[in-house]
């Protein structure tokens, strides 16, 4: 994909070469040469994607990156990044753009520098930029799959867990309702026995000490030892 800056400094040359020079005569551009068939050449013979053959010591740094990806220094200094400082220099920087250009070009021709060079500098850096990029994505990705994983698998011993754990309750509530359910039973027989013996009892005293009603049931946690 072409880079529209690609265009707009390739497209200087051409103009400087159509006669926006000012030491000698102009020289006409080649037939049927368009900037954009000048980038494309330019691009073809950079190598389309950088080898990082060290790790990038800090990602959030660009220098690092192109460091890492073993961008050559370009002749006298002229980076991309100088051409950018340049662009928005005191000097030039409310200049209109054809003299931002031929500052620019100036420039370079006084330090014997080729634009070529410097769009080749600047393809190096977008394409290590993109690489490092693809390279971020592909590590996202796996570290998304890979914690995607694992919190599928928490999820799943969390599931189980409360599965196992609501099965516990269900017994616990199963183990109570029986219990109040013997215990209601043994309750009725209990006050059928109390009433017999309150009965007997009464033959021989004025005032009967049976109880043969409920007790109030204890508070709670509390303990409340067997009648004697």
Known sequence: MTK?????????DEDKAAGAGQDGPAKAPREGKSAAQSV??????VAAEPTFKT?????????DIYRAAEIPNPPQGYS?????????????????????????LVALDA????????????????RALDTFERVQQRALAELETGKSNENAKIQS??????????AKIQTNNEAISLEKERFT???????QEERKI????????????????????????SKTAPRS
């Open 55 to 63: 790790q990038v010591a800090d990602p959030t740094s660009f220098e």
């Open 111 to 126: 330090a014997g520098v080729s634009i070529k060079d410097v769009i080749e500098d600047a393809i190096r850096r977008d």
């Open 4 to 12: 529209k800056w690609y265009n707009y400094i390739v497209s200087v």
């Open 40 to 45: 494309a050449e330019i691009a073809a013979g």
């Open 80 to 104: 991309i990044g100088k051409i950018a400082q340049m662009l928005e220099s005191e000097h030039i920087r409310s200049q209109p753009s054809d003299v931002k250009r031929s500052s620019v």
């Open 198 to 221: 309150a009965e007997t009892v009464g033959y021989f005293v004025a005032e009967n000490p049976i109880t043969t009603g409920d007790l109030p049931s204890p508070a709670p946690g």
């Open 157 to 166: 011993e969390i599931d189980r867990y409360v599965t196992e754990q609501r």
């Open 185 to 191: 039973g043994w309750r009725l027989k209990k006050q």
